[in-house]
Structure formats: C-alpha cells, structure tokens
C-alpha cells in the first residue's frame, strides 16, 4: 500500500516548497480507482520524504524508513553503516554522516536512486524520481529487453540517469564528499557444506525460524492462496509453528468459470482453505467494463511498465482497490528462492528463467538493422567456469528472475496493499544456497517438507487467469496497438519499417487446437517439468515471439515514454495551474 520518495539535499542548497512538491508526486502516481490516504511527510536538516498510503508496518525513526516487513529488527536497524537486517523490505537510513539505502537478499523489492550537484534522489518508483528531476532522458537500452523478455531487464531503467541498488546490498552516500559506495554482501560462494549434514533438518528450522518471527496482524493481512506448493507452504508453516491463523483470510483469483474446474488454482486453493477452516474469497477476474485503454493505462501506472503479465489484472485492479477500501493493509506473497526449471543447456537456462535475447527469437534476429541498441547480457550473469548448468540456473533465478521479474510483479501491488515474502527470508534462502544439488533440484526438498505438514489436498496444474493471447487478439486491443503505432513520438523510438512488420502480422484468429498443441497441454498439466521439457526440446524448432505479444510490448515502450515525459512537466504545470485558479 505504499512507495516512498527520498530526498537528500546537499549543503547548503536549501530546497523551495519540497514538501509541496513531495505530496504533489506521492499522489500523482497513485491509482485512479482509489482515494488514497494523505501522504506521510518528513522535512529536516537536508533530508526529506514522503510515504503514499502509509500503513502500520512501515517502520520509521529519525529520518530512516523501512519499507516492508522486518523479522525481529535490531534496535539499530535504522542507522546507516550497521548490519543487514532479515525481512522483505526496501530500506532507507540516515544520520548526519551518511545516507544508506538497503536492499534484502534477493532484492524483492526495488530502489531506484540518482545522485545529482545538489540531490540524491531514492524511490521504490522511477517515476516519482523523473516527476522530482523535472527532467526525463529516455533509455533506449531498454527497448531490446522489453522486446526480449517484456520486462526492463537486468540493471537497466526507462531514464538513463536512474540505478538501481543490487540485491543483498547498499549504496552509501558520504553527505560530506558527495561520494557514493556500494556495499554488497551478495554471494553465491563459500557456502560448503558435508554431505553428511542433515539438510532436511537445516532447511526447516529455517522456514520454522522464519515463520515464528512473523508478527502480523492478521485481520489486516491476507494470504493469496493458489494450488501450487509455494502459498501452500505459507499455510501450513503457519499452522506448523502454531501461529494464531484464525484471523487469516485467504483470497484467490481467475476467471468467474474456473472456481469450480478441478485441477486449477482456484479449485484447489478452495480445498485447502476449507481443510484449515479459514475464508478463501474468490475474485474474478474477467475483463474489466471499462475502455481497453483505461485498463493498460491504470496498469502502468501501478507497475511503471516493468512488466508486460497484465492477464491476472483485466479487472481494473477491481480486487484490489477491494482490498485497499477493506482495509486490508497487507498480503503474504509466496515467491520462493528455489526454480523447478530444468538445466538441459545454456540456451534453455536462459529461456526458462526469462533471460532471452532478440537474437533468440527468428522473428528479432535482425532487431539491430532497425536501429535498435544492441542488446548484451551483463557479465554478472554468465555462466561462471566454476559452475555447472544447474548451479548456474539457480544463481541467476535469484539474481535475475527474482530482482527484475518477481519484484516487478511484486509492484504492481504495492499502490494497493504492503508486502511480505516469508519464503525469502535471509534464513531459507542462504540455507537453501547451501542445499546439495539434487534436493535442490525440482525444488525436491523444499516440496518434501511441504508434502510431509500438508493435508493431502491435490496440486493445481493450470491457472486460473486468463490467456495472455486471447486477450491481445482481440479487435479492440488490435486497433488499440494500431492507433499507437501512427503517434509521431512512437517514431522516435522505433523504426517505421520494425512497426510496419509488426502491424501486418497481428492476428484476430485464435489459434487452432491442433493435435501438437493439446498433446503440450496435457503434458504440462499432468507430468513433471523434467519429462514436459525433454518433450518440448525434441519437438522445438526456431522459436519466435507472438507478434501480438511484440506489439503490447511495443505499446508499452510507447506508452511509458509518454508518461515520463508528461511526468518531466507535471510539477511546472502543476504550479502553472495553481496561479490561475
């Protein structure tokens, strides 16, 4: 339910009206669908923020914030320099010395920062920063990797000026020399263990430890509850460690048709719910009344186009200004730190955790001739000599999936409720790193501890969300795209001819259920990943992207530029306005 503007100015330039300014921003870049709370506003001695629909769980003290959940902090949590708490949070911490900003060990949720003459400017959103800056220098990096994978990928953002801070790390600005310095403690190294350890034991009194440190309330937190394992463990940790769960609410969500299919999410989660004897409300999520635009435009408000998986939010964010208006401050999100994709190759590693490339796709290969920036992968993310295929997968699923796909996805919920990733804790996820490979694998041992204090209540193997592709074929959606490729600010960023491929090949049609596709999606529902793969890499040929998926990205690359750069004004105009009335 809250993101964070902060500000820290350097002596002796003393800001004009940065409260005004902070408030004017903070509810700029709320939703449309909610009245949102009045910002919370901090001013003193150079250090300034605002805090858009604070709730009770955000910590604060003296100037430094905590943003998330914190597992039983130290009292020194809030002073810069000091240790790394355990918690799914976005941490900012000052003294007079230094400004700190402190990701968790996965970087579930993301600071972007821009350290100018006069500012440092840090914020869980870009556009918050651009609104500050008065100022927006479009990105142009990003453009492959919205193509590539619908999502800014690695370390990029939509202005060229704006980091982000890595995971399981900090950046330190020293208020006296105006130099900034990374901290980092991340490592996937020195983390050996013997075989002869008990590492079932270890990784449950880690996800005991976790789980017992939880202090929530619950009548104000609720737990998305699906069929799979992750939001299932979240469950039965709670019960295992005898949390008082009888004030925990469980939602789920997916079209109004699936509730009553056996076998989805939304079936299984009903079951589960019904065992423990605690409410599972159910939200559909089928398209939303209002205008196809409206829809788009309210999504990348709350997520800044981050990511293009906006088949779950086709209601208008319906369920979740629900949410918001019940009072309902926070959920308990399952994201976990282990992959069940296998590691058959480099380049299947790379598709199966999102990391793709234009010249992956036969459709993209020629991406460069169109002007588009050539587009690498950070050497961070290479497959290192010392690894082998799966530790490899492993290490780029937390260092790339989790702080670039997971925590997008994490945003676009943050304008409605807070947040907390038990799953990721410090504890589970550095033990999980110590894990021999074969329990890691499938994510076999943390499945085992998980089967082992559940009811025996089937696993969902479908979704209950609708289809991504059905969506952008529409005629409505089609000549949405359509519409947006004739804009002249378009034409700035991506060439005419890339547009007109694009265009011509955008499909109305569903497509056909032939034999090969229902043979996939039995596989898919009914057999293990391993046996799915091996079937999908024979059968494979050169993969392409959907051109209707490559024109929602296209369109989203479109639309963010034109919110940022309208969001460069916002504040001049603002005060524009406010002379004439």
Known sequence: MAKILYVCFREPYVPNEIETEIVSIMNNITPDNIVPKPPKTFYEKGTAYGIMNHVSSIREHEGSVAMGTLYEPADDWWMPLKSFPNGSFALFRQNSENIELVTDIVASRTIWYYKGEKMFVASTSQRAIVMLLKDFRFNKAVIPWILSTGSLGPDHSWDLRIRQVPQDSSIILDRKSWNLQLSSRKSFDNLKNTDDQDFRGLLLKSMVSTFESIKLDFKKWVLPLSGG?????????????????RDLKTITWGLKDRRKKKGNDAYVAKKLADHFGISNKYYTTDRSLEPIGTIFHRFFVCGEGRIDNIGGYMDGFKMWKSLYEDGIEGIIRGDVGFTSKPAENVHLVRFRQGLTLCS?????????????????????????EIEDLRQWRDRIYQEFRIPVVLAALSDLKLSYVELINPLLSREIVTQGRRLPQKFKDEKRLFKEITSDV??????????????????????????????????????RLIHEEFLKNISTKLNFKDKPNTIRRQVKIYLKRFLPNWVTSKFLLINSSSPSINFNLLAFRIYTISQMNEMLTKDAVFLDERRKYNKVI
């Open 229 to 245: 394992y992750d939001s299932r463990a979240i469950l039965v940790m709670l019960n295992y460690v005898k949390q008082n769960t």
């Open 360 to 384: 992956d796709y036969s459709n993209l290969k020629n991406y460069q001739q169109f002007g588009i920036p050539k587009q690498v992968i950070p050497e961070q993310l290479n497959k290192k």
């Open 454 to 491: 559940s009811p025996h209540i089937e696993i969902a193997r479908v979704g209950a969300t609708e289809d991504l592709g059905a969506l952008f074929r529409s005629k409505e959606v089609i000549d949405l795209f359509q519409m947006e490729f004739k804009k002249p600010s378009i034409a």
